[in-house]
């Protein structure tokens, strides 16, 4: 059996780490079974889905190096699902209900008075034509309600229903069904709720794999009973935790909190998001991992905590400057391109600073510096300037190598009498404008002895 996995958000905002990491589960599961990957766009809501919302999450995946194999919209499928409700109908497992939200919680209360169980009575299913027909008069909609098959003959009579299933992500799971009200599939305004487009779907396209967040842990019970009610084998499933913020508040599309669109704004590296979206709550330490290929070698969905996993943005930080420092040029180059970054000098420049950035962009500052002169800034004491204005005197001739600024700054040493901190500091100061910074031999010769001399103050 081919593996085939989707990744089906709404398109009602941008998606943010803790959908990437859904994205990311999906996409990994079927690089290691050399599956498929279907983006599925749930936008059944008419009035929130945004086709702009849905292009930028797919610029958003390719950014993160999620290509899918094919891209849908339930929006487009209406007829199966209506093909769906037909069916169920006939079946008698789609019943009309007439209640409204307010009766709805009145039922509620009075069932919690009576200690039992807040779920729908089913009162709906005693409904005759005629009493149906007085409610329409009366200009009421039916919403419909699946029966779940949690009975033997009598539907008020439920009994305990388990529905289990083996979990890729928490392994063993078990759902009971008589727990749950009746699921309502269609409004009364004969819009669709997820819950039955999403199966119609999985069943329609061949899903293999359903993952997502454990919020559907519940859902996916009630989901095996309509896989079956449809006359379809389930999928597997797997639920993974759902990631919080440091002060454990959930992620939601709808404030943009850490959308992944706004990471890479601020210039966070695809991998520094992936491999934060993805080794973050399992066993494995959450380290930069480089390529896709070799994070699919690490990802294990059975290791992943079962419950929320609070993360730092700040790690994003952490990982992005650990992935720079040791990013290859070639890897760099277009990139670098586009700030500037140009002819013979770009790789070793490159080589030279990337161990100083946070931010890939941040290589532009030094490739000015490099080639205009020293970020404007720090000032020199009147004694440092006449140390350095000596010091540039001493500057050996070309050709210069990394050995350049050692036997340079010897001589300054001996001359002057200075040495550490004293030494070097207002040489920095005067090549660069900067305190820190890349290694000043690696630097010196990207200056060439022309450049270091323009910089004598
Ligand atoms: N549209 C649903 C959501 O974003 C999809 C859940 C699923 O993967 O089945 O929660």
């Not at 037909?86 to 019943?95: C, F, T, V």
């Not at 340079?408 to 070097?424: M, P, Y």
């Amino acid at each position: 059996m081919t593996v085939t996995v989707r990744f089906a958000p709404s398109p009602t905002g941008h998606i943010h780490i803790g959908n990437a990491r859904t994205a990311l589960f999906n996409w990994l599961y079927a690089l290691k079974n050399k599956g498929r990957f279907i983006q599925r766009f749930d936008d059944t809501d008419l009035a929130r889905s945004k086709q702009g919302y849905a292009d930028g999450i797919l610029y958003d995946l390719g950014w993160l190096g999620i290509f899918p194999d094919a891209v849908d919209y339930q929006s487009r499928r209406f007829g199966d699902y209506d093909a769906a409700v037909e069916r169920l109908k006939a079946a008698g497992l789609l019943y009309p209900c007439y209640e409204t939200a307010e009766e709805l919680e009145l039922k509620r209360k009075v069932r919690l008075s009576r200690r039992l169980p807040p779920v729908y009575g089913r009162e709906a299913l005693k409904l005759n034509e005629a009493e149906k027909a007085d409610f329409e008069g009366e200009g009421r909609q039916p919403h419909w309600r699946f029966l779940l098959p949690n009975f033997r003959s009598d539907p008020f009579e439920t009994e305990r229903t388990e529905i289990h299933w083996n979990d890729v992500v928490r392994g063993e799971e078990t759902v009971d069904l008589a727990s749950l009200s009746d699921p309502v599939l269609v409004r009364a305004d004969g819009t669709y709720l997820y819950t039955l487009p999403s199966v119609v779907d999985d069943i329609n396209m061949g899903v293999s794999h359903v993952i997502r967040g454990d919020d559907h842990v519940t859902n996916t019970g009630v989901q095996i009973a309509l896989f079956r009610a449809l006359g379809a084998e389930p999928p597997a499933f797997g639920h993974h935790n759902l990631l919080t913020t440091a002060s454990g508040e959930g992620l939601s599309k709808r404030t943009g909190a850490l959308s992944i669109s706004g990471l890479r704004e601020s210039g966070i590296e695809p991998m520094a998001v992936a491999s934060l979206a993805v080794l973050i709550g399992t066993s494995e330490n959450v380290s930069a991992v480089r390529t896709m290929d070799e994070l699919a070698e690490k990802f294990d969905p059975a290791s992943t905590s079962k419950s929320a996993s609070k993360f730092d943005p700040a790690e994003l930080g952490v990982l992005n400057r650990v992935l720079l420092h040791a990013m290859p040029f070639e890897e760099a180059r277009t990139r670098l391109l586009a700030l500037g970054v140009d002819g013979e000098r770009a790789e070793p420049f490159w080589i030279t600073v990337r161990g100083n950035l946070d931010r890939l962009a941040d290589a532009g500052k030094w490739w000015g510096i490099v080639n205009e002169g020293p970020e404007p800034g720090e000032m020199l004491s009147a004694e440092d300037r006449e140390f350095v204005r000596e010091a540039f005197d001493l500057l050996p001739e070309e050709p210069w190598d990394r050995s350049t600024w050692k036997s340079w700054t010897d001589q300054v040493k001996e001359k002057s009498g200075r040495k550490g901190k004293a030494l070097f500091m207002p040489l920095r100061l005067a090549l660069t404008g900067l305190a820190s910074g890349p290694e000043l031999a690696d630097l010196l010769p990207l200056l060439g002895r022309e450049g270091t001399l323009a910089r004598r103050p």
